[in-house]
C-alpha cells in the first residue's frame, strides 16, 4: 500500500534511499506533491517511546549521560542562538524546551533570572539536568506532557520535530501550550541544503532516527498546517532556513501546500547528490567534514579539561553569554 504524506496525504512518493547513514536497511521516501522525505514505514507510538527512553542515547551519543565535551559544545552553541536573538529570550516569561537533551540552554535561560521547564524522553538525561543544573525537567515524551492552554510564553523546539511520527499533530499539540503573544523556535536539519551541497546523502545522512527530513518550505507548511505562522519580526533573518520563530496564526489548508514544483527540485537535488556520493569530489568533502570534526573534537577535549564539573561548564557559558547580554 503506497505511503501517505503526512503533510499534503498524498500517495505519490518514491524511493529515494534504501540504507541509513550507516549502511544498514532503512527505506527514505521523497512525496512528489509537496516534496516532504519520510521513513517508511513510520513507527508507532509504542515503538517510539521504547526507543528514546531505553536506546536513543546510548546508540546516538554512546553513553548514558552527556560527555563533558559536548556539553561544551551545546553551552557554546546556546550562547551563540541567544547572542543572535537576543531581544527574543530577554524577560520572555515562562519557557518551555520541549527534548531538553542535558539542559544547556535552560541553564543559561534560568541563571538569566527566567523561568523554565522542560521534558525528555531519556530518564538519565532528565536526571541529570535536575542533579546537575537543578532544572525542572521531567522525564516524559511529548505525547505524555500535559500543560493548561496557554501556559508558555516562549517554546523551544530544537532538533525534535523530525524524530517524531506525526508532525502536523504534535505541532498542534504544542501551540496550544503557547500564550497568544508566544513564540515557538524550530529547528531542524536541513537536507535541501545538503543535497544541493552534493554531500552523499546515502551514507552520511538518512538516519533512522530522523523519520521526516524537512526543506525551508516543507517546515513552514507543517507549521501552516497547524495554525502557526512565521513571526515577522525574525523572518528576513530566518530566510531560506530549516530554522524560524512561529506564533499563533491561522491554520492552512492541505491543498494549499502541494507543490510538485518545489517537490521535483528536491529529488532532483536528491539524486544529484546520490550519485555524487561516489564520485572523488564527494571523498574529498566527506574527507575534510572528517578533518574539521576532528578538529573540532580536539579543541573541545582540551578546553574542557579546565573545568570540574558540568555545572562549572555552564558557569562559564553564562558569565560569556552575560557579558554581551542587553540590559
Known amino acids: 500500500m503506497p505511503s501517505e504524506c503526512?503533510?499534503?496525504?498524498?500517495?505519490?512518493?518514491?524511493?529515494?534511499?534504501?540504507?541509513?547513514?550507516?549502511?544498514?536497511?532503512?527505506?527514505?521516501?521523497?512525496?512528489?506533491?509537496?516534496?516532504?522525505?519520510?521513513?517508511?514505514?513510520?513507527?508507532?507510538?509504542?515503538e517510539?517511546?521504547?526507543?528514546?527512553t531505553k536506546n536513543y542515547r546510548l546508540e546516538y551519543k554512546g553513553a548514558r549521560q552527556p560527555a563533558r565535551r559536548n556539553i561544551l559544545r551545546?553551552?557554546?552553541r546556546a550562547v551563540g542562538h541567544l547572542r543572535q536573538y537576543p531581544e527574543i529570550?530577554?524577560?520572555?516569561?515562562?519557557?518551555?524546551?520541549?527534548?531538553a537533551g542535558g539542559g544547556e540552554f535552560l541553564f543559561l535561560l534560568s541563571q538569566l533570572g527566567l523561568e523554565v521547564q522542560g521534558i525528555e524522553p531519556d530518564p538519565s538525561y532528565a536526571a541529570f539536568c535536575r542533579n546537575e543544573y537543578q532544572l525542572n525537567v521531567e522525564a516524559q515524551s511529548l505525547q505524555a506532557a500535559h500543560f493548561p492552554p496557554r501556559s508558555f510564553n516562549r517554546i523551544r523546539f530544537h532538533h525534535v520535530l523530525?524524530?517524531?511520527?506525526?508532525?502536523?499533530?504534535?505541532?498542534?499539540?504544542?501551540?496550544?501550550?503557547?500564550?497568544?503573544?508566544?513564540?515557538?523556535?524550530?529547528?531542524?536539519?536541513?537536507?535541501?541544503?545538503?543535497?544541493?551541497?552534493?554531500?552523499?546523502?546515502?551514507?552520511?545522512?538518512?538516519h533512522v532516527a530522523h523519520i521526516f527530513n524537512f526543506t525551508p518550505y516543507t517546515l513552514r507548511a507543517a507549521a501552516g498546517l497547524a495554525g502557526l505562522t512565521e513571526c515577522?519580526?525574525?523572518k528576513t533573518l530566518c530566510r531560506g532556513q530549516t530554522y524560524a520563530f512561529f506564533q499563533i496564526g491561522n491554520k492552512q489548508p492541505r491543498s494549499a501546500i502541494e507543490d510538485s514544483e518545489h517537490a521535483n527540485k528536491v529529488m532532483r537535488a536528491l539524486e544529484g547528490a546520490h550519485l555524487a556520493s561516489g564520485r572523488l569530489a564527494g571523498q574529498r568533502a566527506a574527507g575534510m567534514k572528517l578533518f574539521k570534526k576532528m578538529l573540532q573534537t580536539l579543541d573541545e577535549i582540551w578546553s574542557v579539561r579546565k573545568f570540574d564539573s558540568p555545572y562549572a561548564?555552564?558557569?562559564?557559558?553564562?558569565?560569556?553569554?552575560?557579558?554581551?547580554?542587553?540590559?
Open 162 to 206: 523530525e524524530h517524531l511520527n506525526d508532525p502536523v499533530k504534535s505541532l498542534c499539540r504544542i501551540a496550544n501550550w503557547l500564550t497568544d503573544d508566544g513564540l515557538l523556535w524550530i529547528e531542524v536539519p536541513n537536507i535541501e541544503h545538503m543535497a544541493q551541497s552534493k554531500k552523499p546523502l546515502r551514507r552520511s545522512h538518512f
Open 89 to 99: 529570550w530577554k524577560g520572555s516569561g515562562r519557557v518551555l524546551e520541549i527534548g
Open 74 to 76: 551545546n553551552f557554546r
Open 232 to 234: 515577522p519580526e525574525t
Open 313 to 327: 561548564v555552564g558557569q562559564h557559558a553564562f558569565h560569556e553569554l552575560k557579558s554581551s547580554w542587553p540590559l
Open 48 to 52: 517510539l517511546v521504547h526507543y528514546y
Open 6 to 46: 503526512a503533510l499534503c496525504r498524498s500517495d505519490k512518493s518514491k524511493i529515494i534511499s534504501q540504507r541509513d547513514r550507516r549502511g544498514r536497511p532503512l527505506t527514505t521516501k521523497v512525496c512528489l506533491s509537496c516534496g516532504l522525505l519520510f521513513s517508511s514505514p513510520i513507527p508507532t507510538d509504542e
